[in-house]
């Protein structure tokens, strides 16, 4: 009796459960039990349809008495290869049917009975964290996969270097790796398949980046505690040697916002606000910068005390004063013009005065700044009068009333000396009798 078997309990056992019987195994699945050759046939188990560089693993256990019978392995084409294991396989390099043949010489006289067990499949194995390309800010990762039932081990090298053998269990692996500087590490992940005298290794890599320093980051605009009326126009620089991958604005407690580019305008109410830029580049690192601002809407009050409203003013000089105020911001500085001049910064005086003026009304007007920008404005109207003759003018009049009072006086005294020489021409004094 001619036995090829690695355990005929399990044979004889397969054959009490599954009778005699043959099946079509499709790529990755798995075809198991027995069949009766006779002599004079030719029987086939069929691995299915299977690709260029799949896997056949077969294991068989041969049960005959026969010395005229024959087994191998056929390709698509009908060629006939030798198999030279019962447990054993291949990886095919045409696609098609691949079967495995067996037969019996018709002078044979003893039957044969194969238990067999065979798989088609595509050996994978995939890295499934990190992905290729990938920036990661942590030099101590996990790197996990997958790989196809039929691999024994699975290790893991970085830079192709040293492999150490990772975690593996049910088709998922992992393997925690240390990593050293910044800068690209390639990471080698390879599997061992072991099938009888059959041995397969396959791999899969991936380039990483690893980045642990975060972008950097400065706001521009606006200067940390200013003040702004209603709206901030935020703006900031940011630069990273990878990239940035997002760029974030919070206004106080509100949610982060995603913009583009380097600039956001923020709308504000009247109070003290804080401003926050988020930077993130492509491994997940951050960069967080803040302002503090006040804004102020509300204009300031201004008002002249003097001179008062259409005041004469009997000099060529003229004082104006002043009172301001602003609750929030605070005064930033005053402006001051009059009729046909420019505006006058006078910082935070409350007065100025005016010289070299001429006669005539004039219109002066006060203008408040606050911090934010906000602006209100006061004015009046005054008159200059420096003639001495004018009734308006320094001395009130005076000078005329003398005038006049003067060549009054004259007049009447010359019309009194007039009537005098008069009546003395009419009337010649008599002399004596």
Same mark, same amino acid.
């Given at each position: ?23 079509? %195994? ?54 006939? =290869? ?5 447990? #054993? ?16 010489? &018709?002078?044979?006289?003893? #039957? ?12 994978? =194995? ?17 790197? #996990? ?14 830079? /192709? ?12 692996? /992992? ?41 950097? $980051? ?13 709206? %901030?126009? $935020? ?9 940035? %991958?997002? *760029? ?51 204009? &300031? #009050?201004?008002?002249?005390?003097? &001179? ?19 609750? =929030? ?41 606050? *911090? ?32 006049? %009072?003067?060549? $009054? ?25």
């Amino acid at each position: 009796m001619m036995k090829w078997s690695r355990g005929i309990a399990i044979a004889a056992l397969c054959f009490l459960l599954v009778g005699s019987w043959s099946m079509i %195994a499709q790529p990755s699945d798995a075809a198991s039990g027995s069949i009766t050759i006779d002599p004079g046939q030719t029987k086939y188990i069929s691995f299915g349809t299977v690709n260029s560089g799949d896997v056949l693993l077969w294991d068989l256990t041969i049960n005959t008495w026969s010395t005229v019978f024959t087994y191998w392995l056929e390709k698509p084409s009908g060629v006939h =290869l030798t198999i030279n294991s019962l447990y #054993s396989g291949m990886v095919v390099d045409l696609a098609g049917e691949w079967k495995i043949g067996f037969s019996i010489d &018709p002078s044979g006289y003893w #039957s044969a009975t194969v238990y067999y067990e065979i798989y088609a499949f595509r050996p994978t =194995l995939v890295i499934v964290y990190p992905q290729e390309m990938e920036f990661i800010n942590d030099a101590s990762i996990i790197v #996990s996969g997958t790989v196809d039932r039929f691999a024994n081990n699975v290790s893991v090298s970085l830079d /192709n270097v040293h492999y150490d053998a990772a975690d593996l269990y049910m088709g998922s692996w /992992n393997k925690n790796i240390l990593l050293g500087d910044d800068g690209a590490y390639t990471i080698y992940a390879m599997a061992e398949l072991r099938w009888g005298d059959f041995k397969l290794m396959y791999s899969d890599s991936v380039t990483i980046m690893l980045d642990t320093t975060p972008p950097e $980051l400065g706001v521009i605009t606006p200067a940390n505690n200013s003040y702004v009326a209603g709206s %901030a126009d $935020l703006s900031w620089q940011c630069s990273d040697e990878w990239g940035i %991958a997002s *760029r974030e604005v919070k206004v106080d407690l509100l949610n982060w916002i995603t913009v583009e580019g380097d600039e956001y305008r923020c709308s504000l109410s009247d109070g003290y606000h804080t401003l926050r830029v988020r930077v993130t580049d492509l491994a997940g690192n951050s960069a967080i910068a803040s302002i503090i601002i006040t804004s102020d809407t509300t204009r &300031p #009050s201004v008002a002249i005390t003097s &001179p008062i409203y259409n005041a004469t003013i009997r000099e060529d000089a003229v004082k104006v004063t002043w009172t301001g105020s602003d609750a =929030l911001s605070g005064i930033d500085h005053y402006e001051i013009r009059i009729t046909g001049g420019n505006w006058i910064n006078v910082g935070l005086n409350t007065s100025y005065i005016f010289t070299g003026l001429i006669d005539g009304g004039y219109y002066v007007i006060v203008k408040a700044i606050d *911090r934010s920008g906000n602006s209100a404005e006061s004015g009046l109207r005054f008159e200059v009068c420096t003639n001495i003759w004018s009734t308006n003018g320094p001395y009130g009049g005076i000078p005329l009333f003398i005038l006049i %009072a003067t060549v $009054l006086g004259a007049a009447v005294i010359s019309v009194l000396l007039y009537r005098r020489k008069r009546a003395h021409r009419q009337n010649p004094p008599q002399g004596p009798n």
